[in-house]
């Protein structure tokens, strides 16, 4: 079953604290070995991942369902995620980006492959939406 947008905020906002406090308690284990500290990485692009779509759903609570998260709130997220990760070891901060820049990639194409439009339909949408804007001028 489906969340909607503004139960998905808060469960996924909640994952992302969760999940960045694990990497607190297991901050010695993390920056224990060098696998670890890749994992701690994972662990991090995971919080990328939560507050990420905890920003995405905030948006569309907020500003409309046809709204999506743009780069400026996906460079905050990545910083946030990054940061966290680098309180446990600079060597997590690095695999968090490189992980966190992986999963972007995947998000990207699920969503292209989720909210596609056909051609026609995609030229008839900026043609509406050019006209719109043609009409808002006047």
Not at 37 to 43: N, S
Not at 89 to 105: D, G, K, M
Request: net charge positive; aromatic share 8%; with cysteine.
């Amino acid at each position: 079953m489906a969340l909607n947008e503004s139960a998905s905020f808060v469960a996924s906002l909640l994952l992302a604290v969760f999940t960045f406090s694990a990497m607190q308690v297991l901050k010695p284990t993390l920056s224990a070995s060098k696998a670890a500290t890749v994992g701690g990485g994972a662990m991090g692009s995971l919080v990328f991942l939560f507050l990420l779509t905890a920003v995405g759903n905030l948006e569309k609570t907020l500003l409309g369902r046809h709204f999506a998260a743009r780069w400026p709130e996906v460079s905050l997220c990545l910083l946030l995620s990054a940061a966290s990760a680098g309180s446990i070891h600079r060597v997590c901060a690095t695999t968090c980006v490189v992980f966190s820049l992986a999963i972007l990639y995947g998000v990207h194409r699920v969503s292209q492959e989720v909210y596609e439009t056909s051609g026609a339909d995609a030229s008839a949408a900026g043609g509406a939406a050019a006209t719109e804007r043609s009409k808002k001028r006047k």
